[in-house]
Every structure is written in C-alpha cells, then in structure tokens.
C-alpha cells in the first residue's frame, strides 16, 4: 500500500493525475472545405474538451456512428478510448484539454487516421506522423500535411459509418492496436507510476483517517506552474503546454 504521507511515483501531479493544454483549433482548410485539425483516436485516454471561446464543434466517429457536437464558449465535450475526433474550427475556437493518464497521450496513445496503406507500414506511419522541431513556418507546413493526410483517410472511414458499413472504422480501430503494442510496456509504467499512484495514495489516506491518523496533512502545500511551451503544433490545432509531473515534452499527440 501507498503510504498517505510519502507521494508515490511521480511527484505531485494535477488532480486525478490528468494532463492538462491548451488548444487553438487551426484554420486550414481540409479537402472537404472544413478547417480543423487532424483526426485521430486515442487507445487508452479519455480526453475533454472545456471550451473558452469561440465557437466550432467536434466530429466523432464511434459505435454509435457519426456525430457532430457544437461547441462554444461554456460547452464540455468527452470521448472515450477508440473514439476518432476531430476538432473543427467555426470562428476563433479556444480550448482546454483535460486528458486521462497523463504521461501516456505523450508516449504515443494517439494514432492519426491515415490512409490503410500507411498503417500498414510503421516506417511510413512514423515519418508522416512526426514533424520537425521548432515552431516555424517549416514544421507549419509539415503540421498541414500530416492534417491533411488524416483528412484523407478519416473521409472515407466517416462516408462508409454514415452508409451503415463499420468495417473500415472497426479495422482502423485493429490497425491503430497494432502501431501502439510495442508501446505498451512503457505505458504500463507510466501508468503504474502516475494515474494508479495517485488512486493508490488516495487509499491511504482513507486508511488513515479511518486509523484517526491525518499525519499525512502535514505534508499540505502549494503549486503553480506556467505553460513551457507555446504555439506548438499539436493534432487539433496550436498547443500551449505545461511541463508537469507525468508529461513527457515536447508532446507527441494532440
């Protein structure tokens, strides 16, 4: 058992041993005419978004098919593992993402929704999902391209789910399990030593009161941080980020 005074794993996380950035949707426009970012599902993560201004909306692919959620200033959207998404802008759309299990979203759980034949391949798969360091107009353009490869291939994945045929959605879902697996055992590390740290510690801590013992509030304090990293370019759109505990940057995903 975790003890309820001495922190377990990674160091003060945020609450729930979330991750935590913020979002500025892009305004590119896709072949289809819609501006956003690159669709994507995550394997393991729930991911929110808390929108602070603007307006657009999020399309979800799923088991219960094609969805297209507004969003606006105020509005909270959530998708679960598997669920492809992708945001689209509608007028200066801000916002916060909370992310499950931080630390994994960042070590790879996200997979971009390229066509079959570069899954297939994870030599291809890697080279157009990664981009070039920096912030300039170089790796704007390879952010571009790597949306507009998605575009491609979430196109025809949405066109077959609103016909009724979920196969192509369904062997995206296999094809995204496949690229991840090697990942896995790091992952369960993270895991093991963020997110069920925290639950963990939690426990001990009820255990401890129950004892009548609240020693471990002798260990209160404060944090703040500031974002490291500003106007990166994420999946959905330009990314500010926190280097907390748990995080793994420069990120990888979103």
Known sequence: MVSAAEP?????????AIGLSHLSAYDWEAADGVCGGSPHLHLVCTEAYVVTGGRGAV???SPDGYRDIPLEAGSLAWFTPGTVHRMVQGG?????????????????????????????????????????PGTGPE?????????????????????ALVA??????????RA?????????????????????????????????LAAGDPAYLGEATAHEAAPTRL????????????????????HQGK
């Open 176 to 208: 995204a399990a496949r690229i991840v697996r090697d990942k896995v055992p790091t992952w369960q590390a993270l895991w093991r030593e963020g997110a069920l740290a925290t639950a963990e510690r939690t426990g001990a801590q009820l255990d401890a």
């Open 59 to 61: 399309q979800t692919l």
């Open 92 to 132: 200066d759309l801000r916002i916060t993402v909370l992310m499950q299990n931080s630390g994994l979203p960042e070590a790879g759980d996200a997979v971009f929704t390229f066509p079959p034949e570069v899954l297939a391949d994870p030599g291809r798969y890697a080279a157009a999902a990664s981009l070039p």
């Open 139 to 159: 790796t704007a353009a390879a952010a571009r391209r790597r949306r507009d490869l998605a575009v491609e291939g979430y196109l025809v994945l949405r066109e």
């Open 164 to 173: 009724g045929d979920n196969g192509p959605y369904l062997e995206f879902q």
């Open 231 to 250: 106007g990166g370019f994420g999946m959905c759109g330009r990314r500010d980020e926190y280097a907390l505990p748990g995080t793994t940057l420069p």
């Open 8 to 16: 377990a794993g990674l160091a003060h996380p945020l609450p729930g």
